[in-house]
C-alpha cells in the first residue's frame, strides 16, 4: 500500500500548501543560476569583468573581489522571473484555492498526505484560449517536500490530473516547465507527456535566458 494517499485540498491544508509552494518554487533558483552561469554570456561577463578591472586599475585583488560580486548579480538574475512568477501566482490563483480551482468542476485542487501532513500537490484548470476548440486541462504548481521526493508521489499527483482529466472528457493535458528542471520533465515524459515546443514565456524569461518547454498529454478517450 503507498504509504501516502492523495485527496482533494481542504481550507486547513492552506498553510502547508502556501508553504510548500514558496519552497517548491524557490528550489528552482538554483538550478537557475547554473543555467546562467553556463550561458556564453555569463561567461564573458566571469572572465571580462575582472579582466577589464585589472587592466585598468593594474590590481589582482580587486579583480578578484568582482567575481563574487558578478556571482551574486548572476543569482539575482536567475531569482528575478522565478520570484516574480511566485509573488504573480500568490496574489493571484494561490491567494483563493478554494475559489480558483474547487468552484468549478472543471478545476481541482489535490494534496497527498503521509502520516497527517501534507507534503505534495497539484492542481488543473481548463486552459484559456486553447487552440482548435479543443477542451484542454493545464496542470499547475506540481510540487513534493524536498524530503518527499523520489517516492513516486509526482507520478501519483500527476496520474490524478490525467485521471481527472479523462473523467472530465478534456482532449489534453497541457503544462509548461523550465528547461533545466530535469526532475519534472522525467516524471510528464515517464507518463506519456510530450514536448510540443520550446520557448520564452515572456520578455523577463528571455532577458534571461530561461526557456520554457511545453508539454502535451492526449487523453484517450473513454468512450
Ligand atoms: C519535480 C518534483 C515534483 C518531482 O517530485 P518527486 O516526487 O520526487 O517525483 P517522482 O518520485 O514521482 O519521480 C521523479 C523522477 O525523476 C527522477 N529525477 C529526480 N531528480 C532528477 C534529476 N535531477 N534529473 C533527472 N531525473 C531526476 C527520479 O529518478 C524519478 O524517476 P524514476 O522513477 O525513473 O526513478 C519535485 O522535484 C519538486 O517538487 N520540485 C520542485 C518544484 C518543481 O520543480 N515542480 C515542477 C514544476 S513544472
Same mark, same amino acid.
Given at each position: 500500500?503507498?504509504?501516502?494517499?492523495?485527496?482533494?485540498?481542504?481550507?486547513?491544508?492552506?498553510?502547508?500548501?502556501?508553504?510548500?509552494?514558496?519552497? !517548491?518554487? =524557490?528550489? /528552482?533558483? &538554483?538550478?537557475?543560476?547554473?543555467?546562467? %552561469?553556463?550561458?556564453?554570456?555569463?561567461? @564573458?561577463?566571469? #572572465?571580462?569583468?575582472? !579582466?577589464? =578591472?585589472? /587592466?585598468? &586599475?593594474?590590481?589582482?585583488?580587486?579583480? %578578484?573581489?568582482?567575481?563574487?560580486?558578478? @556571482?551574486?548579480? #548572476?543569482?539575482?538574475?536567475?531569482?528575478?522571473?522565478?520570484?516574480?512568477?511566485?509573488?504573480?501566482?500568490?496574489?493571484?490563483?494561490?491567494?483563493?484555492?478554494?475559489?480558483?480551482?474547487?468552484?468549478?468542476?472543471?478545476?481541482?485542487?489535490?494534496?497527498?498526505?503521509?502520516?497527517?501532513?501534507?507534503?505534495?500537490?497539484?492542481?488543473?484548470?481548463?486552459?484559456?484560449?486553447?487552440?482548435?476548440?479543443?477542451?484542454?486541462?493545464?496542470?499547475?504548481?506540481?510540487?513534493?517536500?524536498?524530503?518527499?521526493?523520489?517516492?513516486?508521489?509526482?507520478?501519483?499527483?500527476?496520474?490524478?490530473?490525467?485521471?481527472?482529466?479523462?473523467?472530465?472528457?478534456?482532449?489534453?493535458?497541457?503544462?509548461?516547465?523550465?528547461?533545466?528542471?530535469?526532475?519534472?520533465?522525467?516524471?510528464?515524459?515517464?507518463?506519456?507527456?510530450?514536448?510540443?515546443?520550446?520557448?520564452?514565456?515572456?520578455?523577463?524569461?528571455?532577458?534571461?535566458?530561461?526557456?520554457?518547454?511545453?508539454?502535451?498529454?492526449?487523453?484517450?478517450?473513454?468512450?
Amino acid at each position: 500500500m503507498a504509504p501516502y494517499h492523495i485527496r482533494k485540498y481542504q481550507d486547513q491544508d492552506r498553510e502547508a500548501v502556501i508553504d510548500m509552494f514558496i519552497k !517548491g518554487t =524557490l528550489y /528552482l533558483v &538554483s538550478f537557475g543560476f547554473f543555467h546562467q %552561469l553556463k550561458q556564453p554570456r555569463s561567461f @564573458l561577463l566571469l #572572465l571580462g569583468g575582472p !579582466g577589464a =578591472l585589472f /587592466l585598468g &586599475s593594474g590590481s589582482l585583488l580587486l579583480s %578578484l573581489l568582482a567575481l563574487p560580486g558578478l @556571482l551574486a548579480f #548572476l543569482w539575482l538574475v536567475a531569482r528575478y522571473p522565478i520570484k516574480n512568477y511566485l509573488d504573480h501566482a500568490l496574489r493571484t490563483d494561490m491567494s483563493d484555492i478554494r475559489k480558483f480551482y474547487l468552484n468549478d468542476r472543471g478545476s481541482c485542487f489535490w494534496v497527498a498526505e503521509k502520516e497527517g501532513q501534507v507534503v505534495g500537490m497539484v492542481c488543473a484548470c481548463p486552459q484559456k484560449m486553447a487552440p482548435g476548440g479543443q477542451k484542454r486541462l493545464e496542470l499547475l504548481h506540481l510540487s513534493v517536500r524536498q524530503e518527499h521526493r523520489g517516492q513516486g508521489m509526482a507520478k501519483s499527483l500527476t496520474q490524478t490530473v490525467l485521471q481527472f482529466a479523462q473523467d472530465q472528457g478534456y482532449d489534453a493535458v497541457v503544462l509548461s516547465t523550465l528547461s533545466f528542471n530535469n526532475a519534472a520533465q522525467r516524471v510528464y515524459e515517464q507518463l506519456g507527456f510530450w514536448k510540443a515546443r520550446e520557448a520564452f514565456d515572456s520578455l523577463k524569461w528571455r532577458v534571461t535566458g530561461m526557456t520554457f518547454f511545453y508539454y502535451e498529454y492526449s487523453v484517450p478517450s473513454s468512450h
